[in-house]
């Protein structure tokens, strides 16, 4: 059984830094794509980035392109997102997903899996 379980997130002033870590395991994800979505108070779920595990191919949503870099560590099975300049319009929850075979992969839809997410808040 695939478990993924988020840690990092917390309270952070505008223009601060924040890691999020994704532990997965109960099987290989070669082949797997790995992402992160988020869901904004009183909005609808969006995607934020992807890694295919095994290629190490990335997508960014262009909200945050430039700001936001997800990375994955194979021998751990873990997956980051490193989130710089943050802004208040990036408090969310945050999500960690896992699918086989897929890219793009910027769908909810697409993953099979999914951690119980972790919140993140930015103040302005």
């Known amino acids: 059984q695939v478990q993924l379980v988020e840690s990092g997130g917390g309270l952070v002033q505008a223009g601060g830094s924040l890691t999020l870590s994704c532990a997965a395991s109960?099987?290989?994800?070669?082949?797997?794509?790995m992402a992160w979505f988020r869901q904004p108070p009183g909005k609808e779920g969006e995607f934020v980035a992807n890694?295919?595990?095994?290629?190490?191919?990335?997508a960014y949503a262009d909200s945050v392109k430039g700001r936001f870099t997800i990375s994955r560590d194979n021998a751990k099975d873990m997956v980051y997102l490193q989130m710089n300049t943050l802004k208040p319009e990036d408090t969310a929850a945050y999500y960690c997903?896992?699918?086989?075979?897929?890219?793009?992969?910027?769908?909810?839809?697409?993953?099979?899996?999914w951690g119980q997410g972790t919140q993140v808040t930015v103040s302005s």
């Open positions: 997903a896992a699918g086989s075979n897929i890219w793009p992969g910027v769908r909810s839809y697409e993953y099979n899996y």
């Open positions: 890694i295919r595990w095994s290629a190490g191919t990335t």
């Open positions: 109960g099987r290989t994800f070669g082949g797997f794509s």
